[in-house]
């Protein structure tokens, strides 16, 4: 099956750090990718959505300029939260989507296991 | 933004009964997941419904697209243990491939 990995999968940092948090799918060539935030007890809240190649798509009220994402290549995005204050730290999802038929003939998003991220 | 809401949000329930978890959309779905979240994990990938109407079936899970393709439910027959988690469903209204996930019902199976 799909498998998509994340790295680091727990973090703490000082207030005013950069961190950066990597996913990979390690078994398919994902066309697109999306980064997820998770507060304890809450549900996923999509972060904003990168195609391979091209600059990401923002939700409303995120700051593309604190989460910076990179999709350099089809397996590969990094997502760097810059500045990082305490009211970053947050349960980071990824998960990637790969071509038709991945999944019984519809595109299935596959997640990552997830960074979590301590500001201190 | 489009929402899907979920309920209930919590559910505990005795092993061995059964367990149903519900998603709404006020338009129309192009299609819905479901994922399941084990305690400390991260989501994953039950099921994708397309089709309005559509059952499908793994195991002792069963989950329906309504009619309107409005709606949807997960049904767990005789629960167990290992069930525990949070399930969230995920709406997709079309465009490229953005879903919305529902609030997420965690579901407790007492011993």
């Known amino acids: 099956g799909a498998v998509v990995s994340q790295h680091p999968s727990w973090v703490i940092c000082k207030s005013g750090t950069s961190v950066k948090i990597e996913c990979r799918s390690l078994d398919f060539q994902a066309t697109t990718m999306f980064w997820y935030r998770q507060f304890p007890k809450q549900s996923l809240m999509l972060m904003a959505t990168?195609?391979?190649?091209?600059?990401?798509?923002?939700e409303q009220g995120v700051e593309k300029d604190k989460f910076l994402i990179n999709h350099a290549s089809l397996t590969l995005s990094t997502l760097t939260v810059t500045s990082a204050h305490p009211e970053d730290s947050s349960f980071y999802i990824c998960?990637?989507?790969?071509?038709?038929?991945?999944?019984?003939?519809?595109?299935?998003?596959?997640f990552g296991p997830g960074t979590r991220l301590l500001v201190l | 933004g489009q929402q899907v809401m979920q309920i209930p949000q919590y559910q505990h329930v005795q092993e061995g009964e059964d367990f149903t978890t519900y998603c709404n959309s006020s338009?129309?779905?192009?299609?819905i997941q479901w994922y399941k979240q084990r305690p400390g994990g991260h989501p994953v990938f039950l099921i994708q419904l397309v089709k309005s109407g559509e059952v499908k079936k793994q195991k002792r899970l069963t989950f329906q697209f309504g009619e309107a393709k409005k709606n949807s439910s997960l049904h767990i027959t005789a629960t167990q243990t290992t069930d525990v988690g949070t399930y969230f469903c995920a709406g997709d209204w079309g465009g490229y491939q953005k879903v919305t996930f529902g609030t997420g019902t965690k579901l407790q199976v007492i011993p």
């Open positions: 990168s195609n391979e190649g091209s600059k990401a798509t923002y």
């Open positions: 338009t129309t779905l192009s299609n």
């Open positions: 998960s990637a989507s790969g071509p038709m038929g991945l999944a019984g003939g519809q595109e299935t998003q596959y």
